[in-house]
């Protein structure tokens, strides 16, 4: 059972555009929601990451979006560049003394074309 | 270079071999994580160490796997009897986790492990 939905599968926009992905999550026990930007054959690299205390974080062209109520948070790329260009992995956890696994979705396969 | 490291980053075997991995994490790291990806889909969990302590295990852990952190530093995970379906990107991810919560994950590059 996928823990994290995450859509789209893959994703095509244009240099200067902005690229939205979309994830879902039930369990309300999770509180912690990051982001990870996989190259090929690396491995996944946290880019940005929210708590649902905050309904928004930005990093520079990056914003997460979090809807508590919707069990739903978005990362938005801001004037997309063809660097951008990975897999995008939304994740979720809950914080506390012994559990940390991180719980993923299966990724969407973003491409800017310049 | 102070990130994770994991050795080797590519393995090939023949199905029913033993196969052993390593892994570095940043030194002031008391957590380790190890999660398997095939491809196209996100890392799975498979076990975590808090020091050299295992603190949980996934049930996509069977008996064929084992990892260790001796010493509370570097961790190996071994495959006995590898399979086909064992084929996968190994990561290896660290954090310092402080009471009553954990630090950010950082993953090491993986190993790609080929089963013929």
């Known amino acids: 059972q996928q823990q994290v939905k995450q859509s789209p599968q893959s994703l095509i926009v244009q240099k200067g555009g902005i690229s939205i992905i979309n994830c879902a999550y039930e369990n309300t026990a999770f509180d912690y929601f990051p982001w990870y930007q996989q190259f090929p054959g690396k491995g996944p690299a946290l880019l940005i990451a929210i708590r649902p205390d905050v309904s928004e974080k930005k990093e520079g062209r990056f914003t997460i979006s979090f809807n508590k109520s919707a069990k739903q948070f978005s990362l938005h790329i801001m004037d997309s560049q063809p660097g951008d260009s990975a897999t995008y992995f939304c994740a979720a956890a809950k914080r506390g003394s012994t559990l940390g696994r991180l719980y993923f979705g299966r990724g969407t396969q973003l491409t800017v074309w310049p | 270079d102070t990130g994770v490291s994991q050795d080797p980053r590519h393995k090939i075997t023949k199905r029913g071999q033993n196969v052993t991995f390593r892994c570095d994490p940043i030194s002031e790291h008391n957590r380790l994580y190890w999660y398997r990806q095939t491809l196209g889909q996100g890392p799975e969990f498979l076990t975590y160490f808090q020091n050299e302590a295992q603190l949980e295990k996934s049930r996509l852990l069977s008996d064929r796997f084992s990892a260790e952190r001796p010493k509370g530093s570097f961790s190996t995970l071994e495959i006995q009897r590898t399979e086909q379906g064992d084929s996968a990107m190994y990561l290896c991810?660290?954090?310092?986790?402080?009471?009553?919560?954990?630090?950010?994950?950082?993953f090491g590059p993986g190993t790609r492990l080929t089963v013929l």
């Open positions: 991810a660290s954090s310092l986790a402080i009471s009553g919560s954990f630090g950010e994950q950082f």
